[in-house]
């Protein structure tokens, strides 16, 4: 029995609708009461919740306990399944008339593969919907109170992937490097060397104010500053771990520690 059949035996006592659908839900940086109204709405009315390792547990503790839920998640090096198996899972849960929900961290369409998962599900006529979540880049970044944009700083942010296709780096340095911009990469940690040595060989000032923010929106948030010359020495004094993500520009000299954050009461959540 393959594992798709073992999934489906296992799920098989709740009642399948007449058309079994996906929606790609974002569940934001990890903060819970980040979540959209819709996302927290259809994640609440899901048969199968298939899931990535960023979703947060505070996130999770909001799925209907009678869902069947499918860790996906992927880690440097470790893969719960490939993409063509999540691809090929997904397709054969809605197949099955079941209610799926593709819960992904941050945006699906942001970093996330949501786009690749769409058009597969379209290719076999399954009926796909997309709730867009909080991209971690402006979640956290707003959580650690470091403005992306600024008139006296920066008219324009870019976000930009450190983990590419079959480990290669092949990013346009040169256009990364430009005055009153941003950058944002997301999973940088393991490329941070290169992101350093690139950004300054191709005329970006070894002095650029960056941060490090570690867990972003979540209790344990750690943001780390320095230059950009500075980063790899960063890294490995301070050590900080995954899910990290990287903002380099003038906007970071803006950054007081510690943030000031507002508490919200989370009863409209667990309601």
């Given at each position: 029995?393959?594992?798709?059949e073992?999934?489906?035996?296992?799920?098989?006592h709740?009642?399948?609708?007449?058309?079994g659908?996906?929606?790609?839900?974002?569940?934001?940086?990890?903060d819970?009461?980040l979540l959209?109204?819709?996302?927290l709405?259809?994640?609440?009315q899901?048969?199968?919740?298939?899931f990535d390792?960023?979703?947060?547990?505070a996130?999770?503790a909001?799925?209907?306990?009678?869902?069947?839920?499918?860790?996906?998640?992927k880690?440097m090096?470790c893969h719960t399944?490939?993409q063509k198996?999540?691809?090929?899972?997904?397709v054969?849960l809605?197949?099955s008339?079941?209610?799926?929900v593709?819960?992904?961290g941050?945006?699906?369409?942001?970093?996330?593969?949501?786009g690749?998962?769409?058009?597969?599900?379209?290719?076999?006529?399954v009926?796909?919907h997309?709730?867009?979540?909080?991209?971690?880049?402006s979640?956290?970044a707003?959580?650690?109170?470091i403005?992306?944009?600024?008139?006296d700083?920066?008219?324009?942010?870019?976000f930009?992937?450190?983990?590419?296709?079959?480990?290669?780096?092949n990013?346009?340095?040169?256009?990364?490097?430009?005055?009153g911009?941003?950058?944002?990469f997301?999973m940088?940690?393991?490329?941070?060397?290169?992101?350093?040595?690139?950004?300054?060989?191709?005329?970006?000032?070894?002095?650029?104010?960056l941060?490090?923010?570690?867990?972003?929106t979540?209790?344990q948030?750690?943001?780390l500053?320095?230059?950009?010359?500075?980063?790899?020495?960063?890294?490995?004094?301070?050590?900080?771990v995954?899910p990290s993500l990287l903002?380099?520009?003038?906007?970071v000299?803006l950054?007081?520690?510690?943030a000031i954050?507002s508490?919200?009461?989370?009863?409209?959540?667990?309601?």
């Open positions: 029995m393959s594992a798709i073992k999934l489906m035996l296992a799920g098989d709740r009642q399948p609708v007449r058309n659908e996906v929606w790609l839900v974002g569940a934001g940086p990890g819970a009461e959209t109204l819709k996302a709405r259809v994640i609440r899901a048969d199968v919740v298939v390792r960023l979703v947060s547990p996130v999770m909001l799925l209907p306990p009678e869902a069947l839920r499918i860790d996906v998640g880690s090096g399944l490939s198996q999540i691809d090929h899972l997904l054969e809605a197949l008339g079941n209610r799926v593709r819960l992904k941050g945006d699906p369409f942001i970093f996330g593969r949501g690749e998962e769409m058009v597969e599900l379209q290719r076999h006529g009926v796909c997309v709730v867009p979540g909080i991209t971690a880049g979640g956290c707003a959580a650690s109170g403005p992306l944009t600024h008139r700083y920066a008219q324009s942010v870019r930009v992937t450190g983990h590419c296709r079959n480990g290669e780096v990013l346009d340095w040169r256009g990364l490097v430009s005055a911009q941003t950058l944002v997301y940088g940690l393991t490329l941070s060397e290169t992101i350093a040595t690139q950004l300054i060989r191709h005329g970006m000032a070894a002095q650029t104010p941060a490090i923010i570690e867990r972003g979540l209790p948030q750690r943001v500053t320095g230059t950009l010359s500075e980063l790899p020495t960063l890294i490995a004094r301070q050590r900080p995954s903002v380099i520009g003038e906007v000299s950054y007081r520690a510690p954050v508490e919200m009461p989370t009863e409209a959540l667990t309601a």
